[in-house]
């Protein structure tokens, strides 16, 4: 059984050890956001050319699709030359099923070989060529392009020392409305940097006895985003 002196020796050096794990507090501050975004000319382009086959039977499909896309690559290289990058991306072979009204197991009619390659290329003004050339040879389905940049790093840190300008103002305008000064930055959070590319649709294959396809590129944009964290003094 404990005495009551034994008690208050005991309870005593807890209370000092909360005291001494005391947070201090936080000193004044004021939080602001910036945003900038950077626009810049792209100079390369990705697009996305597949071949699709059905036939009766895998083989079939199969030996359809190869000779297609054996077909399309060999004008597609020869378009690009030696300045594009071509690599294959997908490649399927499934079966096509049938479900009957009466319901059941459903049936196999058919297959459908899929065969997608990109081609990346720094001669934009070749891509309308490009389009042309592979729905001749026999790709069907065509995707893109997308524009984007060969090196973004000068555009991303252009909109990062944009996007800190913009805190730092938003910050002292707060501040001013206080009646307070900024102190030194506490914190400084940043945004995942976005990258829109812009897209231009292709013309079907279907029209290949068409004009060329136009293509009209445009701005690749660079956004960045900042959050300022600043003592107020």
Do not use: C
């Amino acid at each position: 059984m404990y005495s009551k002196g034994l008690w208050v020796a005991l309870v005593i050096p807890a209370y000092v050890a909360a005291q001494s794990l005391a947070v201090p507090p936080r000193p004044p501050s004021v939080q602001a956001t910036g945003e900038a975004i950077i626009q810049a000319k792209p100079d390369q382009a990705r697009l996305d050319i597949g071949v699709v086959t059905q036939a009766p039977t895998a083989q079939a499909a199969a030996a359809q699709n190869a000779t297609q896309t054996q077909a399309t690559l060999d004008k597609l290289k020869a378009v690009v030359g030696a300045s594009g990058q071509v690599r294959t991306m997908f490649y399927s072979l499934t079966p096509n099923y049938q479900y009957s009204r009466e319901g059941g197991k459903p049936t196999i009619n058919g297959y459908t070989a899929n065969n997608s390659v990109e081609v990346t290329v720094h001669d934009l003004g070749a891509l309308s060529k490009i389009i042309d050339a592979v729905s001749q040879a026999g790709a069907n389905n065509i995707q893109g392009p997308q524009f984007t940049l060969k090196n973004d790093a000068p555009v991303r840190a252009q909109a990062l020392r944009q996007a800190v300008e913009q805190a730092r103002m938003n910050a002292e305008a707060m501040a001013g409305a206080m009646g307070m000064k900024l102190g030194k930055v506490i914190l400084v959070e940043q945004g995942t940097p976005e990258i829109i590319r812009p897209l231009a649709r292709a013309a079907p294959a279907a029209l290949a006895a068409a004009p060329p396809t136009p293509i009209e590129p445009g701005n690749v944009e660079v956004r960045a985003t900042v959050t300022l964290t600043m003592a107020l003094e």
